[in-house]
């Protein structure tokens, strides 16, 4: 017995070190790869950064079978897969490949299983804050995302407002916010659904958030009720009445005014619904207040110009920075602004953003062009291209926006 007893030992200390030098190897291949990933995140080379996870992915599924058959091996596997997955699903989500999302979604469900319940829906109601219920929930609310970008007739916003919310309920007064539970992901989730032209659903949650008493970043969800009622009334203006429209933002943006400075928020959204809300203003009063109405507009837009500008030499849609070896597609007409393939190019010319907005380069481009000419002109020509560039701007507002005929009168106010 005692000769049995010590084979016994030998073959399970011999069975642990296998274990160890097969934890070892998958985790020190996965550090490296992650460590090859975050330092091309830090110089912002995001297509690199998503071949390094693709690498590691495929590298996983060769050691699925062996780590299941290990003691703790379906743990460790479980840690490895789903950092992988949330990293790549947040970098395609990054750089607008939301059809890459949907994809890298489907891959990691058809070919991994956690605790024996498909990934799905259910997991957002999960109150469990471990890691790997974390993980798994911002994969779900970026696949949510991804189906609302490409119009998927699945998609569901409903869910990512409710998760958004509780996350942000649940937090200690003093809490310092994370991704999950804090303004990134509230920031995207505004963003999504302002694309999709869901307002009403944007407005609603705002509100609730405001009565919030441990919200810390109360403005931003102040900044974005403002962005929301402005883009509302540009899209849906016909639906209510101009006169509960204007008194509603008038009184909303004055409040934001007497509680902070418009100049200290460089939210570029909020920039772009300032310059159309004065531009709508200009017909109520006489020409003085016009021009007024005018100036403001033209200063706004020339601050989204400005941010524009700064980052002329990354991709203007996942904003990667360039590098020596890649082809820099720059837009023929403006000249400024450029992109890492042409697919990206083709995204943002008609729906996607001037950085932060929702507004396609199609309808912004000659207001850069006139931008990139008064900037290039010869002092003597400096004043006339300055004319220019604000008649491009007053344009960009009229016809680019199509607020010509949607602009506030004096008959709309004081009707009953």
């Known amino acids: ?224 009720l403002a962005v929301s009622y402005v883009e509302r009334y540009r899209e849906e203006y016909h639906l209510r009445s101009k006169k509960e429209d204007y008194i509603l933002i008038n009184n909303f943006l004055y409040h934001i005014r007497d509680n902070y400075t418009f100049n200290n928020i460089r939210n570029p959204s909020f920039k772009l619904a300032l310059a159309q809300w004065h531009y709508l203003c200009h017909k109520l009063s006489d020409e003085k207040h016009k021009q007024l109405c005018y100036e403001l507009s033209i200063s706004n837009i020339e601050k989204i110009v400005e941010n524009e500008w700064t980052f002329k030499d990354y991709c203007s849609t996942c904003t990667q920075a360039p590098t020596k070896d890649d082809v820099k597609y720059v837009c023929s007409g403006c000249r400024v602004s450029c992109y890492c393939s042409i697919d990206h190019q083709r995204v943002n010319w008609r729906k996607n953003q001037v950085r932060g907005t929702c507004v396609g380069h199609e309808t912004f481009c000659p207001v850069l062009k006139a931008y990139r000419k008064w900037k290039a002109a010869a002092k003597e020509n400096k004043e006339r291209m300055r004319r220019r560039f604000e008649r491009e701007c007053l344009d960009f507002l009229a016809y680019g926006l199509r607020l010509e005929k949607k ?9 009953e």
């Not at 602009?407 to 009707?415: G, V």
Request: aromatic share 10%; with cysteine; net charge negative.
């Open 1 to 224: 017995m005692g000769k049995k007893g010590k084979k016994s030992r030998r073959q399970q200390a011999k069975k642990v070190d296998t274990d160890n030098v097969i934890f070892d190897n998958v985790s020190s291949r996965i550090c490296g790869l992650l460590d090859l990933t975050n330092a091309s995140a830090v110089k912002e080379l995001y297509s690199d950064c998503a071949t390094n996870l693709r690498v590691g992915i495929e590298f996983i599924k060769t050691k699925q079978k062996v780590l299941c058959k290990l003691e703790y091996g379906p743990n460790h596997l479980c840690k490895c897969v789903l950092e992988l997955y949330r990293y790549l699903i947040w970098l395609e989500d990054r750089r607008y490949n939301y059809q890459a999302v949907v994809e890298v979604y489907n891959d990691l469900k058809d070919n991994f299983l956690f605790e024996d319940q498909k990934i799905g829906k259910d997991w957002l109601e999960d109150d469990d804050m471990d890691q790997s219920t974390a993980d798994i929930q911002q994969i779900q609310v970026l696949y949510e995302f991804a189906l609302v970008a490409t119009k998927n007739g699945n998609s569901d916003t409903s869910c990512i407002c409710k998760f958004l919310y509780q996350q942000l309920r649940a937090l200690p007064v003093d809490a310092t916010l994370n991704y999950v539970n804090g303004v990134e992901l509230l920031g995207m989730t505004e963003n999504v659904l302002r694309a999709a032209k869901k307002f009403d659903e944007v407005i609603d949650l705002d509100k609730k958030l405001l009565f919030l008493p441990n919200l810390p970043e109360r403005l931003k969800a102040k900044v974005s």
């Open 407 to 415: 602009c506030f009168e004096l008959e709309d106010i004081l009707a």
